[in-house]
């Protein structure tokens, strides 16, 4: 299991590992948490402040209990409604004016372990196609399904029969990955888990450990790197978080074993080396990190978003909020806010009206945190 890791100035590492982790402290300046955070890679130049990213701190605005159990993804419709859904239970429940509703349940849903409803994304095309995709653990596989989503704007939502669009993704008790959403080409991203098998993430033809772009259709996107094939890059562990920033680069968030959890920049067609290394250790011909947590019990980076040049995940064995200041391909010390004052931190979303919403992840209770960023 990898449920939390921790920050510091290490250069990606051979295998075995131990945890990654995550710290944040509520301040405009980027100290060392708990053990010196840093942004490892080639040059690996830690910064001292938030100032070439964003000077702005999370601040709770609201806390929601509205009854989630095992949240695990959060999404916006235009409207501003959140679409959460529960791992264990198949639920996709909506959030608006503070009240949580049973959307529907998702058909075929086998929860387990780390499996079950995992990761949501909306079309790009919401508004004309209404098409709400997931990924979930079947009895035999992970895969991906898209459902219409009627109603709405002051009726009830009504989630229609699921149509796999991809499937034969690797399951097991952990590492099944989940994360979902549309880049800004249109295409949807898949970040998969090696599932325990650890001959598959360095196999280009399997996908176990991988991130993968499909067309919404769930045909291998044009331009793979690979040719007719859906893997974008590989080698990796356990994808859990993907964001964009402003200039269309793609970050990940990934789980590493007991030590050494990954913020990565991703290149089509890259090997980011496991399970032959960890973090940054400079191996010719695989890709370093660009931020490594060495310690776990601060980190098990989850969900990701990029806000105005700085990117939010939350920690789950870590339970606080990172923010990593970015600058261009450059990842800053990390900075940890909220640390264990509210439990594992699943799913981290900007909404429609500029809040970040960060969804928990403790079993009992859960709940949704909305943040202002200010500064």
């Not at 990898?2 to 510091?8: I, L, T």
């Not at 991906?144 to 669009?165: C, D, F, N, Q, Y």
């Not at 360095?202 to 991130?211: C, E, F, H, S, V």
Request: hydrophobic share 35%.
């Amino acid at each position: 299991m990898n449920k939390g890791r921790h920050p510091s100035g290490r250069r990606k590492r051979l295998v075995p590992a131990f945890a990654l982790a995550l710290l944040l402290a509520p301040l405009l300046v980027l100290t060392a948490c708990t053990g010196s955070p840093s942004s490892p890679g080639t040059a690996a130049t830690p910064r001292t402040s938030l100032s070439q990213g964003t000077t702005a701190v999370p601040e709770v605005a609201q806390k929601l209990d509205v009854g989630l159990e095992l949240p695990w993804s959060v999404v916006f419709l235009p409207d501003g409604t959140a679409l959460v859904s529960e791992r264990d239970s198949g639920r996709i429940k909506s959030i608006r004016n503070g009240q949580a509703t049973t959307v529907g349940t998702v058909p075929g849903v086998d929860p387990g372990g780390e499996g079950g409803l995992l990761g949501l994304a909306l079309s790009p095309d919401f508004a004309s196609d209404r098409w709400l995709y997931a990924y979930f653990t079947s009895p035999g596989d992970n895969r991906v399904a898209r459902m219409k989503l009627t109603g709405g704007t002051g009726g009830s939502l009504v989630l229609g029969e699921p149509e796999v669009i991809f499937a034969g993704m690797p399951k097991a008790s952990t590492h099944n990955g989940g994360r979902i959403r549309f880049g800004p080409d249109g295409f949807l991203y898949v970040g998969t888990g090696d599932s325990q098998r650890r001959e598959q993430p360095q196999d280009r033809n399997a996908l176990g450990g991988k991130i993968l772009r499909l067309t919404p259709e769930g045909r291998p996107a044009p331009g793979n790197p690979f040719g007719d094939n859906p893997v974008y890059s590989y080698g990796h562990r356990n994808v859990q978080g993907l964001a964009w920033d402003s200039d269309g680069r793609l970050w990940a968030s990934e789980f590493g074993p007991d030590v050494d959890d990954e913020l990565n920049l991703i290149i089509p067609g890259g090997n980011y080396g496991w399970p032959t290394v960890t973090g940054a250790p400079g191996r010719s011909g695989l890709i370093d990190a660009k931020v490594v947590w060495p310690s776990t019990s601060d980190a098990s980076p989850s969900g990701l978003e990029i806000v105005d040049g700085v990117a939010y995940t939350g920690a789950l064995r870590g339970q606080r909020l990172w923010a990593v200041p970015l600058d261009g391909e450059t990842a800053g010390s990390p900075v940890a806010y909220f640390t264990g004052e509210y439990g594992r931190l699943r799913d981290v979303a900007r909404a429609p009206d500029g809040t970040v919403w960060v969804i928990s992840n403790n079993k009992n209770p859960d709940f949704a945190l909305i943040l202002r960023l200010s500064g």
